[in-house]
């Protein structure tokens, strides 16, 4: 299982990055699993994981495909699943999607700042962020 070895986990699932937003939402899934989540290096490399596939949104501002659209909507929930296990490194590298004017990162950005996991770990840095919006 993946908490018995996430380091093969992250690996297994990392060849799913060149597939389609179906598979990278599975991706996403299977890495954004609180208990998973314990060894600092793994959260950061789901970290970049997440900001990877989040940064392909980059080359769709316009309308998306459904399959997109279930892509953005876990994105919406994993990013703070993962930002809740490594504040110092999550925080950072989230500010730098806040600062994106795509609509698709926005909206993921804005979703992930409705978490309550966010709102515990760190009200005033959640409210910062959403004025900033």
Not at 15 to 43: H, Q, T, Y
Not at 115 to 128: G, P, S, T
Request: include cysteine; proline fraction near 3%.
């Amino acid at each position: 299982t993946g908490a018995g070895n996430m380091d093969l986990l992250i690996l297994h699932l990392k060849s799913w990055l060149d597939g389609n937003e179906l598979e990278k939402r599975a991706v996403v899934a299977g890495l954004c699993e609180p208990r998973l989540l314990i060894d600092k290096d793994n959260v950061n490399e789901v970290l970049q994981i997440l900001w990877d596939i989040t940064l392909g949104f980059s080359a769709s501002p316009g309308k998306i495909s459904d399959a997109a659209k279930t892509l953005r909507q876990a994105l919406g929930y994993g990013w703070s699943v993962a930002i809740v296990h490594h504040p110092i490194a999550g925080k950072k590298i989230f500010e730098q999607l806040a600062g994106m004017d795509n609509p698709h990162i926005r909206h993921i950005v804005k979703e992930n700042l409705k978490k309550n996991r966010l709102l515990k770990m760190d009200k005033a840095w959640v409210e910062a962020r959403i004025a900033g919006l």
